[in-house]
């Protein structure tokens, strides 16, 4: 884990690749369903949300699609066996480890640097600790998990990698913390 | 700056999250059509002063395509509904009749 | 003349003194200064020349309505023009130059404007420089280009650090004086979030200003009172510094913080705010009256002089005479008399007024006469006398008096800008004379209900005691309005009551002013605007506010009108003899005031400019001198030169390698979008223009994309990885355009069709070992037998090279004997360096884009965006093969049985050899047949392996050509000639690649 270089207000961590899956599923069809909900997560993430279980973070993306983090390698074996059932059905889940790169954000300002780019309200009354959101930073896409207010994980495409770093030293640095006055 | 909502994600998006898709419902004229419905389903559209129904493509979010009714004069929209429905749903029509009581209801 | 006074001064430090330059002087202020109240301190008064005529011009307020003392602030990369003096706060070593004036302020060879300004009444560029129509290029265009324009452009990059914040608030509190003070102490407690922006450095508005000596003690206790409470409330967020600047759609509004004593790192930020109600105190903006030669320096605003020495310590003058119509001005008077300043006279156009203030000011010894104005001005560069004149009458001179400062009022106009930014009408006030917010035509938000109130005197409520207590109640109301939280809010007015007598409104005067004055009565000092402009309008017919506004340029300036713009209105209301309501207002757009463009930009400058996209092998590619080539975002090699080799030799040497051994090439940008289901082959074979179904597993096929108008929009090859898996590949710049398109039909139109797609661009980097030696490289790895048997041409398997996993496809963009290892992309590099490494036995050479194209392009093969620009179709582009008879629907079908896609004079893809082997076409150059362009080249090399030049066009008819020759014309002067013929200049039969 490498941490961004500069005097910051703070700590921005790159982190590289997690093991990641993207599953497609309709959700009429309860066979692919029911497969996600015995190897993976019997309770599925609500909208804007992820659960975690064991390693395993199943994060809501949208009404047919999921994104699947294993941070143990304990896992390997078994979401393997998931990936070759879900592929029999019409459902896909797909290795998209390689696709993109996360970096972890510590500090008790991690909201107030994603309001530097993050149009949506990021209200610290607004946000629960297993959010996942899917938006945009500047002028590209972002993945952002909530591990909790203090802790939050971020993801880019791969090939944004060099332009996520550059942004993080432009914004983190000590002096251009957002304050309010009186 | 519009701030539109989601009906997949639930929530309100930032216009820059969107990309806008034009006019919404229009029927797909296939191999099968006269040489006029084709002309016209390529390049005839509406250009509304008032109520009109787009389509939108949360491209930074969801990936996923939704319809608004949005007054082109005063920005206000009526709703957000899902891409599957070939017209204006009748909620949307009621929200819509409910502050603009001249309004004619939507025209194919 | 102006100077410091010996003690006061609220924003100032005297302990601290601060050095700045002016116009090249050395010059001393202190700390808390603005560069205005500093210059005035040094009895600088004549500080700008007008735009048009050059006329002197001297402070005429105190804030950012000034309309006069732009000024060239820093130097170098700090430097900014047209700055207002007023806003800016003086920093050690400032450098400040006025501007618009040359050789010198004092010495400007362009005041020659000014002798001849009959010529150059309004609109005078309409009736002028027309004639000769020679003199144009060579004397009116220099001599326009020097004289237009205020201050000079910096001429290196701003150096600045901007950046963008995004805030949503509940209620946002536009301005904090006593109205939005007021109004976030009613707010609080209400479990909404409030956000309160006030441009100044401090809240607090005028009261404490404005406070008489035995109010003074109680204002201040309830200011800090006030303050406290902001404070403490977990509610209300304040920041100072920071301007709302314009409000757009559904709450949306920006404001610029700038925060300019700040040692941080960012000092100037970009508020992007997201409000659901805002509620505007911004306040009015001090109105002159217009008076002949009411220009010069020494003239100010009213309350501006006040501010000047109760702020900074500063006096305009120490014999001031004051024009109004109103008893608010009288407070001036009042204080400076207060101060032992000598006060000759004030004229007060009303009739009589026999309010307290009257008597108090007539007690302090004030000469005050009434039914007078002023109705001329000495002085060359400073105001030094002034002649009284009746109100009505053409402005005989009664009287004169010397003086040395001049303080005007006309009113206060409630500052509502931001009300119309975003659909707020305006009502016209006759009895005030103003137009003011109409609180039954709101701006509103995104469900059509209200979102904005004004309150104070933005409202058209102007007493502290008025705005005490109309402010909570209105906030009652919203708060009941909006369904929250409703515990009544009540506030002790602390401010007495004052009873005003209503303005008269009065906006030229004299009345009657002849002919000859009105060319002296300036509205819009700025652009030198004249009352004899507006008439001159309306006589010419620019009868329309909107024109008149136009014609005059009245209100363009970077001010907007804010000093002016009503009393414009009323001039040409009284000119079209219409009343002002009929006439209307033009249209107040953002920004409230001027912004930097980098504010704009933010953060997102110079690097972090455009996201640029890097593929695994960009660091290889950085390392070994690669040529870099945009393609969509990414950044790809263009050709990897090696030495001291120029381009030419460069490319050969690439593509020759390609040919004769075995070449390398990064193609990671490829799209990748695994399409998959049991309706899978079903729905590509409605995207694609060819037959996709019957691809069978483990084979390749390229397809081709059309829209529904028949036209080429994207190619690649289509891989089938089992039953139910494609693996479709897209252009580099149209992978997330194709993937986009499939999810919309996915979505939209064909949903019963069961298909999910992933967009793997990413996941997988993909390299290109081509040329004759590829296999015999690639065998070199054990695990591998690529045998003309094992991998046929359009076929791929999946095995490991050592250990990494690869895909590899057998197919060839080149022509030559050449595979794709597709690999994920944390190895690519690894797989990369390996095969460096194991090519060296076979000289295996890097090869970018530009080699790439030349390949292709010598047998023949199409790029999408090169042979094709939206309006080709595949039968133009030859390749009626692709188009499948079978299908019953697929995208483009129809569209390809239109007549007009079929005419016999649409252009068809060709290939094109100059007659000299040695001349390259330009790429575009257009063929021309009997004065008519007949077509154009598309693509366009010098062929190292044929050992000529080669070219790609689309051309009229061009099939039947073949064979022909035809002229294709650089220039004017130049024509190339060439022959057309068959697309494919190389192996036509494709044995290379099928080997």
């Known amino acids: 884990m490498d941490k ?104 008790n300002r991690a909201l107030d640097i994603l309001r530097k780019g993050v149009p949506l309200d990021l209200e610290k009354s607004k946000i629960s600790k297993s959010n996942f959101l899917r938006t945009r930073l500047g002028e590209i896409q972002i993945n952002i998990l909530f591990k909790s207010l203090d802790e939050i994980l971020v993801s880019v495409l791969r090939s944004h990698k060099d332009y996520m770093i550059e942004w993080f030293e432009v914004c983190t640095r000590r002096g251009t913390e957002i304050n309010f006055d009186l | 700056m519009l701030n539109i909502y989601c009906p997949i994600c639930q929530r309100d998006c930032d216009e820059t999250e969107l990309s806008c898709g034009g006019q919404a419902h229009l029927i797909r004229r296939d191999h099968a059509s006269s040489d006029k419905d084709f002309y016209e389903y390529l390049y005839e559209r509406k250009n509304g002063k008032g109520i009109i129904f787009e389509r939108w493509r949360h491209v930074y979010g969801c990936g996923k395509w939704f319809h608004t009714a949005r007054c082109t004069l005063t920005n206000q929209v009526f709703g957000s509904y899902s891409a599957k429905e070939v017209q204006p749903p009748k909620s949307i029509l009621a929200t819509i009749r409910r502050s603009r009581v001249d309004f004619k209801g939507w025209v194919k | 003349m102006s100077s410091r006074l010996p003690q ?163 209620v946002l509190i536009i301005g904090g004086g006593l109205a939005g003070i007021t109004a976030a102490k009613a707010l609080r407690d209400r479990g909404l979030s409030i ?127 004051l024009t109004t119509n109103n008893d608010y001005a009288y407070k001036t008077v009042i ?37 007078k104005c002023i109705g001329r001005v000495e002085g060359k560069r400073k105001a030094s006398a002034i002649g009284i004149c009746s109100v009505n009458g053409e402005g005989t001179i009664e009287e004169l008096i010397p003086c040395n400062a001049i303080a005007v009022s006309g009113g206060w106009t409630p500052n509502v800008n931001l009300w119309s930014h975003c659909g707020g009408k305006l009502l016209w006030d006759g009895e005030c004379g103003f137009y003011k917010p109409d609180p039954e035509n709101t701006p509103t938000g995104r469900e059509g209900e209200t979102n904005m109130l004004a309150l104070g005197a933005c409202a058209g ?120 309501d009929k006439i209307g207002h033009t249209t107040f757009r953002p920004p409230y005031k001027p912004i930097p463009l980098g504010l704009i930009a933010g953060q997102y400058a110079k690097k972090l400019f455009k996201p640029v996209r890097k593929t695994p092998i960009d660091k290889w590619n950085l390392l070994n001198n690669a040529i870099w080539e945009p393609v969509a975002d990414w950044r790809r090699a263009y050709a990897y030169p090696k030495g001291n080799e120029g381009l030419e030799e460069t490319l050969s040497r690439e593509v020759l390698s390609v040919r004769k051994n075995v070449g390398l090439l990064d193609s990671s940008t490829l799209g990748k979008i695994l399409v998959k289901g049991p309706d899978a082959g079903r729905f590509l074979d409605l995207i694609y223009t060819n037959m996709i179904s019957t691809l069978k597993a483990g084979k390749c096929r390229y397809g081709l994309m059309c829209n529904e108008a028949g036209f080429v929009f994207d190619d690649g090859v289509v891989a089938r990885l089992n039953d139910q898996s494609f693996l479709c590949h897209t252009t580099s710049g149209g992978a997330d355009r194709v993937y986009a398109w499939l999810e919309e039909w996915l979505q939209t139109e064909w949903h019963h069709l069961k298909v999910f797609i992933v967009n793997l661009t990413e996941q997988y980097s993909q390299i290109a070992v081509a040329g004759p030696k590829s296999r015999e490289l690639l065998q070199t790895f054990k695990s ?6 094992k991998l046929p041409f359009m076929n791929f398997i999946e095995t490991n090279i050592d250990d990494i996993w690869v895909r590899i496809y057998r197919i060839s963009f080149s022509g030559e004997l050449s595979y794709e290892l597709a690999v994920n992309s944390n190895q690519a590099e690894e797989l990369w360096n390996k095969l460096n490494k194991v090519g060296k036995k076979y000289k295996l050479q890097p090869y970018g884009t530009e080699a790439l194209h030349i390949l292709r392009a010598e047998k023949g093969f199409i790029v999408v965006g ?85 070219a790609l066009g689309l051309i009229e008819n061009g099939r039947s050509r073949k064979g022909s020759t035809l002229e294709f014309e650089i220039s004017s002067k130049e024509s190339i000639f060439a022959k057309i013929v068959d697309p494919n200049f190389y192996d036509p039969e494709g044995a290379k690649q099928d080997g």
């Open chain 3, 461 to 580: 409520v102007f007493s502290n005691y008025d705005i005490q207590d109309h402010v909570p109640r209105k906030i009652n109301q919203l708060a009941s309005r909006l369904k929250i939280k409703s515990k009544r809010y009540i506030e002790t007015n602390v401010f007495s009551k004052e009873s005003e007598k209503k303005t008269k409104p009065v906006f030229a005067l004299p009345h009657g002013a002849s002919k000859d004055k009105q060319k002296r009565m300036y509205i819009d000092f700025q652009n030198d605007v004249k009352v004899s402009d507006l008439q001159l309008a309306v006589q010419e017919g620019f009868e329309n506010v909107e024109h008149a506004k136009r014609y005059t340029t009245l209100g363009m300036a970077t001010d907007q009108g804010k000093t002016s713009n009503i009393n414009g209105i009323h001039v040409l209301s009284q000119s079209l003899g219409k009343p002002v």
């Open chain 3, 866 to 950: 090169d042979e094709t620009d939206g309006t080709v179709t595949p039968h133009d582009l030859g390749m009626e093969w692709i188009v499948s008879k079978k299908k019953k629907d697929f995208i483009g079908k129809k569209a390809f049985s239109l007549p007009h896609l079929n005419s016999s004079i649409r252009k068809q893809l060709v290939g094109i050899l100059t007659l000299d082997t040695n001349k390259v076409l330009p790429d575009g150059c257009h063929a021309v047949e009997d004065g008519k362009a007949i077509g154009h080249v598309t693509s366009t090399y010098f062929s190292p392996t044929l050992k000529r030049s080669i």
């Open chain 3, 195 to 321: 956000m309160l922006c006030e441009k100044d450095c401090v809240i607090g508005g005028r009261y404490l200003e404005d406070s008489k000596i035995e109010e003074r003690d109680r204002y201040k206790k309830f200011h800090e009172k006030s303050i406290g409470i902001l404070k403490k409330s977990k509610d209300i967020s304040v920041k100072l510094n920071t301007t709302v600047t314009g409000i757009f759609d559904h709450g949306f509004v920006l404001a610029y913080e700038e925060n300019q004593h700040s040692n941080k790192a960012s000092k100037k930020a970009l508020w992007k705010i997201r409000a659901k109600t805002m509620i505007l105190c911004t306040g009015a903006i001090e109105r002159p009256i217009v008076f002949p030669d009411n220009d010069l320096p020494g003239i100010m605003l009213a309350a501006s002089v006040r501010d000047y020495m109760q702020k900074y310590g500063v006096l305009l003058g120490d014999r001031l005479v």
């Open chain 3, 784 to 789: 591998i037998d690529l045998s003309a048997e």
């Open chain 1, 4 to 107: 961004i270089k500069g005097d910051t207000f703070l700590d921005v961590y790159f982190i590289g690749s997690i093991k990641s899956f993207n599953i497609r599923v309709d959700h009429r069809d309860k066979k692919s369903l029911n497969i996600i909900k015995k190897n993976i997560e019997e309770k599925l993430p609500s909208i804007q949300n992820a659960t975690e279980r064991n390693g395993l973070t199943l994060c809501w993306v949208s009404n047919d699609e999921y994104l699947l983090l294993n941070q143990k390698k304990e896992n390997d074996t078994l979401l393997k066996e998931f990936q070759r059932q879900m592929n029999l059905t019409t459902g896909v889940v797909e290795n998209t480890t390689d696709l993109r790169v996360w970096f972890l954000i510590k500090g």
């Open chain 3, 8 to 170: 006061e001064g609220s924003r100032i430090n005297r302990e601290k003194t601060v050095d700045f330059r002016f116009n090249g002087k050395n010059l001393k202020g202190f700390y808390g200064d603005t560069v205005a109240s500093a210059l005035l301190a040094n009895n600088e008064m004549f500080v700008a020349r007008s735009f048009k005529y050059h006329r002197p011009r001297g402070l005429f307020s105190a804030g950012e309505e000034e309309p006069n003392a732009l000024m060239g602030i820093g130097e170098g990369p700090s430097f900014e023009p047209n700055i207002r003096a007023t806003e800016v706060k003086l920093r050690q070593n400032m450098n400040v130059a006025s501007q618009n004036h040359w050789p010198s302020l004092r010495f400007d060879f362009l005041s020659i404007n000014n002798v001849f300004s009959r010529f150059f009444a309004a609109g005078f560029y309409y009736k002028t420089f027309m004639w000769p129509r020679a003199a144009w290029k060579y004397l009116f265009e220099p001599m326009i280009r020097r004289a237009s324009g205020l201050g000079n452009a910096p001429s290196e990059y701003d150096e600045e650090y901007y950046e963008h914040i995004y805030h949503h608030t509940d």
């Open chain 3, 335 to 371: 204080e400076l008399k207060h101060r032992g300043i000598d006060i000759p006279v004030v004229l007060d156009a009303r009739d009589s007024s026999d309010n307290p203030i009257i008597k108090e000011a007539e007690g302090l010894g004030i000469r005050i006469l009434f039914g």
